[in-house]
């Protein structure tokens, strides 16, 4: 009985030990450097002043202020990490809400450097939740450079309630929702 016993505590150590390294193992492999997903939410301005048709550098309308308050309401929940406009009035007006509420600065972005906009939330702003507004000849164009597909062959002039939202994981896969915010406004249908 006594050497049925002394066998039986071997076999529990064992498994014992067994364990502790299994253990150890998980815990190791769940390392925390390794970079989440990053989110990116992509919009065209809100509606624009169009009352002077010289004014290259219009402030948004009474209608495109409250699109940027829907966005604001919309994303409040949302601590955004970053937010980039472009050198025009109109987009960080757009963000300004939002960037408040998460108590951070617009930043600006050259509207047609692609590149260069992916490049720097793929490096400085990998596992966070980002905000860029751009124009209706650029935003399908960011969403390509971040590596989704279009849903729309183009953004009309008349579209401006869409809000693409891209999840890139820690590979670079990127997965697009595409959603409507705000009073409808859009003429354009997703593919």
Do not use: W
């Amino acid at each position: 009985m006594h050497v049925i016993l002394q066998k039986n505590i071997r076999i529990m150590k064992k498994i014992k030990i067994g364990l502790i390294l299994f253990l150890a193992v998980v815990v190791l492999s769940c390392r925390t450097d390794v970079p989440g997903i990053t989110t990116i939410y992509i919009v065209r301005h809100a509606e624009k002043d169009v009352s002077d048709h010289k004014n290259q550098d219009p402030e948004l309308s009474v209608e495109g202020r409250e699109r940027a308050e829907a966005l604001a309401g919309r994303l409040k929940r949302i601590k955004l990490d970053a937010a980039f406009g472009t050198k025009y009035k109109r987009t960080s007006q757009t963000a300004f809400l939002c960037a408040k509420n998460s108590n951070i600065e617009i930043q600006t972005y050259d509207a047609h450097d692609f590149r260069g906009i992916t490049e720097l939330v793929k490096t400085k702003h990998r596992g966070q939740k980002i905000l860029i507004v751009g124009h209706s000849n650029t935003v399908l164009e960011l969403v390509e450079a971040f590596g989704a597909s279009r849903p729309l062959a183009v953004l009309s002039d008349d579209d401006y309630d869409f809000l693409f939202e891209l999840k890139i994981d820690s590979k670079g896969k990127a997965e697009l929702k595409t959603q409507h915010y705000g009073k409808a406004h859009h003429s354009s249908t997703i593919n």
